[in-house]
């Protein structure tokens, strides 16, 4: 029988959440082929995980205030996916397939003004110490509706990228990693989902 100790271990290794972004992409961020170059895939992931923990100058604040830093700590599992032969049957992070029969070479392709949707699935592990990111650029396909809403098409995407990436808690003082994050940013990562 399990302890309640044990019980809120499994319950929050069990926890994660969804967190979905738009982005436009611009001509400096795609190679000559209109393919997504490694630096902008990279790119895409922190911005959604900077703006999951709170932004910018929400991060420089804890640095600064709670001496608290997230580090990137692995990336592992990253995928680009420039043709489509390349993803057929790959498993997206919410469990569903994606299919290369309904695309043509041309849908892989990002063009400058298109807009790309970067989803992440948030797991907690150590009490917070450590954020698994579960990461995915998506682009609308062609049969999708042009609907501006974020969840609409997503069922039609076509998957460019995926990865996991690993963030840690730091003590700024110590360089140590920590699980004694701040009252204030449990209450941040709350408003994502994610309770610690």
């Known amino acids: ?4 100790k ?4 499994q319950q929050q290794q069990q ?3 969804t967190v979905s972004k738009e982005f436009t992409v611009y001509r400096d961020e795609l190679y000559y082929d209109d393919l997504l170059p490694l630096q902008t895939i990279l790119n895409f992931f922190e911005r959604v995980r900077t703006e999951a923990l709170g932004g910018p100058n929400r991060l420089r604040q804890l640095k600064e205030e709670e001496n608290l830093l997230w580090v990137v700590t692995s990336i592992d599992e990253l995928i680009s996916f420039p043709y489509r032969h390349h993803f057929h049957g ?14 043509d070479d041309n849908d892989m392709k990002v063009k400058p003004g298109d807009d790309l949707i970067v989803r992440m699935v948030v797991t907690p592990k150590r ?4 954020l698994i990111c ?3 650029i998506l682009k609308r396909g062609t049969k999708c509706n042009g609907d501006d809403d974020n969840s609409k098409g997503v069922e039609n995407a076509i998957l460019l990228a995926k990865g996991t990436v690993t963030v840690c808690a730091i003590n ?11 009252d204030s940013l449990k209450v941040d990562l709350r408003k994502i989902g994610l309770e610690i």
């Not at 029988?1 to 309640?4: A, L, N, P, Q």
């Not at 044990?6 to 271990?9: A, M, R, T």
């Not at 003082?173 to 920590?178: I, V």
């Open 134 to 136: 579960e990461q995915e």
């Open 6 to 9: 044990q019980q809120q271990q």
């Open 15 to 17: 926890q994660h959440h």
């Open 172 to 182: 700024a003082q110590s360089n140590r990693p920590t699980s004694n994050l701040p």
């Open 127 to 130: 009490r917070g110490m450590f």
């Open 1 to 4: 029988m399990m302890d309640s």
């Open 90 to 103: 790959q498993e997206d992070i919410n469990g569903g397939f994606f299919k290369d029969d309904e695309y």
